[in-house]
């Protein structure tokens, strides 16, 4: 999950600071769905989270952004609403999700 989350976070970064093209910028928001979706490829006995993953899922089928084209914008507040879910279960198991920025200070 944290590689999802530092890919989206990233592409939007550089987005807005104009280092990554609309065309970068949809198709790296276009990986981290497809992300998503190679999670449900494990059986359900090897992995935890079944049921958040799916909802995300199904957020960001339901709610492309409309502004860029990409799949989903990552920092609306219904992504981050569906993602919240997985992020607090992974607190819980004290595997904390981390995103490594590759800009800012």
């Known amino acids: 999950m944290s590689t999802i989350d530092t ?5 939007h970064q550089g ?8 065309e970068q910028y949809v198709a790296v ?4 769905y497809t992300a998503y979706l190679s999670l449900t490829a494990f059986p359900a006995s090897q992995r935890g989270l079944r049921d ?13 952004d ?6 989903f914008d990552p920092t609306s507040a219904g992504y981050y609403e569906a993602h919240l879910p997985i ?19």
């Open 7 to 11: 890919t989206v976070h990233n592409a």
């Open 66 to 71: 409309s502004a860029s084209g990409a799949r």
């Open 29 to 32: 928001i276009e990986s981290g």
């Open 52 to 64: 958040q993953i799916e909802a995300a899922i199904e957020y960001i089928e339901a709610n492309p």
């Open 15 to 22: 987005h807005s600071l104009g280092t990554v093209t609309e």
């Open 87 to 105: 992020m607090e279960a992974c607190s819980s198991n004290l595997s904390e999700l981390a995103t490594f920025s590759t800009t800012g200070g």
